[in-house]
């Protein structure tokens, strides 16, 4: 009886063993097709897809696009992509070259006086600096591309690649910009007539910016747009310094890279102001860029203006005295009594736009008045 007992239980158990087995190896083919169908699905693990997801965004590319403006309708991608160039400058939010546009130069167009037909300068903005390109990208380019003034550099182009590089296209001034001019100390640069001109110059240019272009952009430019009536764009520099001032050949000014904060994200604006404080061109009220307005921008221009008068844009001028504006180891020099009293109140229209109470400064209106009184020489 016992033998047949274990005679029965070793097949039952081999049957058992061989179930399991059998089991076993359904469960392992079942998930190995499903593995399969995860496969020519693109179905991955969350580390996989992170990946790959990292590629993508690596490789994706942008529609390639040029918006020409008054000026620089003869552009074309070709001349940009290919015309050889030399760095100028670098910054937070990108690099600045002086090119040669082979083009340009073989077709000249019409020359403004200062710039050259041929050359061109191009801003490099890098990708992680600017805004995403959206509609209301676009329509800041728009409004920027629109806005024409004798004291404001002129954007002739915008250059979008496929890899997200952006290009700004504008006219070259040989005679570099204020700061240059300043530092330089140039027998022209202490001439009362060349302070006085780029001084009103610059005011002019800001007067326009300020008190609405006229360019009948949207609402929605740009958080540092604001629309004072139907049409009208106010627009706020947000980083006004000498070096932003070009000169031609007239050393008649042109103030550049206006705008430019409506383009940029955030952090690089930051990054911006925190250079600006450096250099001593920051409001004292100034905290964020976001925050910047009419009054920040005449605080610079009050700085601009005693750089003008002292004849320095490289040491605090705060401290200078009225008494040493006009002498000879100061850098600008009177050759009349009525020259110096001009000086002196240049010099003081500048501490005054500096006021460290916005609500102290005086509009643009009123500085451009106050300069029209001291250019004919009134109190």
């Not at 496969?39 to 529609?63: C, F, H, I, V, Y």
């Not at 400058?89 to 077709?107: F, P, R, V």
Request: hydrophobic content about 35%; charged content about 20%.
């Amino acid at each position: 009886m016992l033998n047949l007992i274990v005679a029965l239980a070793i097949p039952v158990s081999t049957v058992i063993l061989v179930a399991l087995l059998l089991f076993y190896l359904l469960k392992a083919g079942q998930m190995r097709d499903v593995d399969m169908d995860n496969e020519s699905q693109g179905g991955q693990s969350p580390n996989q897809k992170s990946r790959q997801q990292e590629l993508d965004e690596e490789g994706a590319e942008e529609e390639e696009d040029l918006f020409l403006f008054r000026g620089g309708e003869d552009l074309t991608i070709c001349d940009l992509l290919e015309a050889p160039g030399e760095v100028i400058g670098k910054s937070n939010c990108g690099t600045l070259y002086k090119a040669l546009l082979q083009q340009q130069q073989q077709h000249p167009q019409s020359r403004r006086s200062g710039s050259n037909g041929s050359l061109r300068l191009l801003r490099f903005l890098r990708p992680a600096a600017c805004t995403a390109r959206t509609g209301q990208f676009l329509n800041a380019i728009e409004l920027l591309g629109s806005i024409r003034h004798p004291n404001l550099v002129p954007l002739l182009g915008f250059y979008s690649g496929p890899r997200g590089e952006k290009l700004l296209i504008y006219p070259f001034y040989r005679r570099g910009n204020l700061a240059q001019f300043i530092q330089d100390g140039s027998r022209e640069s202490h001439k009362w007539a060349t302070i006085y001109k780029i001084s009103i110059g610059i005011a002019r240019g800001l007067d326009h910016l300020h008190t609405g272009t006229g360019a009948g952009a949207g609402a929605g430019a740009g958080e540092l747009i604001m629309n004072k009536k139907p049409n009208t764009s106010i627009i706020i520099h947000g980083n006004l310094k000498s070096k932003n001032i070009l000169l031609d050949r007239n050393h008649e000014p042109r103030i550049s890279d206006f705008g430019l904060n409506l383009l940029l994200n955030s952090a690089t604006c930051q990054e911006i102001l925190n250079v600006s404080a450096t250099e001593g061109y920051k409001a004292p009220e100034l905290v964020n860029m976001k925050d910047a307005n009419v009054d920040t921008d005449i605080y610079n221009l009050g700085v601009i203006l005693l750089e003008l008068v002292t004849g320095s844009s490289r040491e605090p001028i705060y401290d200078k005295a009225a008494a040493q504006l006009v002498g000879e180891d100061q850098g600008v020099g009177a050759t009349t009594t009525e020259e110096e009293g001009r000086l002196l109140k240049l010099f003081q229209l500048g501490m005054a736009c500096c006021s460290p109470s916005p609500s102290l400064r005086p509009t643009i209106k009123q500085v451009l008045r106050k300069l029209e009184e001291i250019g004919l020489g009134g109190t």
